[in-house]
Nanobody
Framework: QVLLVESGGDLVPAGGSLRLSCAAS????????MGWYRQAPGKQRELVAI???????KYADAVKGRFTISRDNAKNTVYLQMNSLKPEDTGVYYC????????????????WGQGTLVTVSS
C-alpha cells in the first residue's frame, strides 16, 4: 500500500499564493512520477502539473508561468507553489504518484491522495 498525504490548501484572495505539499509513504520501491491534479465543482479532474523522476515537468496551459512543481526525492515529497492565484484555480487538489512497490512489479501503481481544498476569492 502507498499512502499520499497532502497539506497546504486554504482560502486565499485572488492574486495570492499557496504552497501545497504531498508526502508518499508505504511500500515504495521506485517512484516513476509525482504530480498534482485538481477538480473544480461540477467539472472533471484535470492535470495541473506532473514531474517524472529525473525528467522535465509538464504543466497545464492554464497554470504555466504561475505554478511551479518541485520534488524532494529523498523525502518522496512533491510540492506545488501556486502564485498569482485566480478564482478559477478553486478546487480540490489531489496528489498523484506512479509507484512500483517492488522490483518484481510489471505494472506501476497509481496512488492518489485524499485531496486538499484550495479556494480563491475574487
Amino acid at each position: 500500500q502507498v499512502l499520499l498525504v497532502e497539506s497546504g490548501g486554504d482560502l486565499v484572495p485572488a492574486g495570492g499564493s499557496l504552497r501545497l505539499s504531498c508526502a508518499a509513504s508505504g511500500s515504495i520501491f521506485r517512484i516513476n512520477a509525482m504530480g498534482w491534479y485538481r477538480q473544480a465543482p461540477g467539472k472533471q479532474r484535470e492535470l495541473v502539473a506532473i514531474m517524472p523522476t529525473g525528467g522535465t515537468a509538464k504543466y497545464a496551459d492554464a497554470v504555466k508561468g504561475r505554478f511551479t512543481i518541485s520534488r524532494d526525492n529523498a523525502k518522496n515529497t512533491v510540492y506545488l507553489q501556486m502564485n498569482s492565484l485566480k478564482p478559477e484555480d478553486t478546487g480540490v487538489y489531489y496528489c498523484y504518484a506512479s509507484v512500483h512497490t517492488s522490483m518484481y512489479d510489471l505494472k506501476s501503481l497509481n496512488a492518489w491522495g485524499q485531496g486538499t481544498l484550495v479556494t480563491v476569492s475574487s
